[in-house]
Each structure stands twice: as structure tokens, then as C-alpha cells.
């Protein structure tokens, strides 16, 4: 069985302005409305992939959350990793102001 899907009005709307907007001078109506019909299959189906494209990243995104929630032990090693590597910026940025200073002192 195939699937009706009802299409929106929007999107109706959307494919009939294109279709109008590349009609030829001897395009009859019927033509026209074909070519809407097209357009409209056309934007369906790339809504369609787009939906497709979204449920698969929040799947991933879902996985990936729950892969990396339940390890609480290691938030607490690297919060404490990252507190004794941030004296180290730290004490470059004295030594380097240090040596400015002694620069200055020792050109004047």
C-alpha cells in the first residue's frame, strides 16, 4: 500500500509560484500545473530527506550523551588535572613580565 501523505498548503503554494515563475509565453495551464506537481514532489521529498538527516544526528547526539554521562569518576580526575596545569600560564605570564621589567631597567 502506498502512503497518501497530505501535502501543506504552503508548499503547494511555493511550487506553483516557481512553476509560474519559469513558465514559457505558450505554456498552457495544463503544462504549468504539471510542472507545479513536480516542484511540489520534488520539495516533499527534500523535506523528507531533511527529517531523515535531523533523526539520524539526534540519534547520534542521543548515543553519544549517553556514552558519556555515566562516568562521573573521571569529570572529578580531570577537573583536578585542570587545576594544577593552570598555575602554569599563570607563572609564565610573572616570569615574562619579570624579564620585561629587568629589560626595561637594565636599556635605560
Known amino acids: ?3 497518501k501523505t497530505k501535502v ?3 508548499t503547494k503554494e511555493e511550487a506553483m509560484k516557481i512553476a509560474r515563475g519559469t ?3 505558450a ?3 495544463e ?3 504539471l510542472i507545479a506537481q513536480g ?3 520534488g520539495i516533499e521529498l527534500y523535506k523528507k530527506q531533511q527529517k531523515e538527516k ?3 544526528l539526534d540519534k547520534k547526539l542521543k548515543k553519544a ?3 558519556v554521562s555515566p562516568d562521573n569518576s573521571s569529570k572529578d580526575k580531570s577537573v583536578a588535572t585542570e587545576a594544577n596545569y593552570s598555575k602554569l600560564p599563570w607563572f609564565l605570564l610573572i616570569i615574562s613580565w619579570f624579564g620585561f621589567f629587568v629589560y626595561i631597567i637594565l636599556t635605560m
Do not use: F, G, I, L
Open 27 to 29: 505554456q498552457t495551464k
Open 31 to 33: 503544462q504549468t500545473k
Open 8 to 10: 501543506s498548503e504552503k
Open 54 to 56: 535531523h533523526r539520524e
Open 65 to 67: 550523551s549517553v556514552c
Open 1 to 3: 500500500m502506498a502512503k
Open 39 to 41: 516542484v511540489q514532489k
Open 23 to 25: 513558465q514559457r509565453p
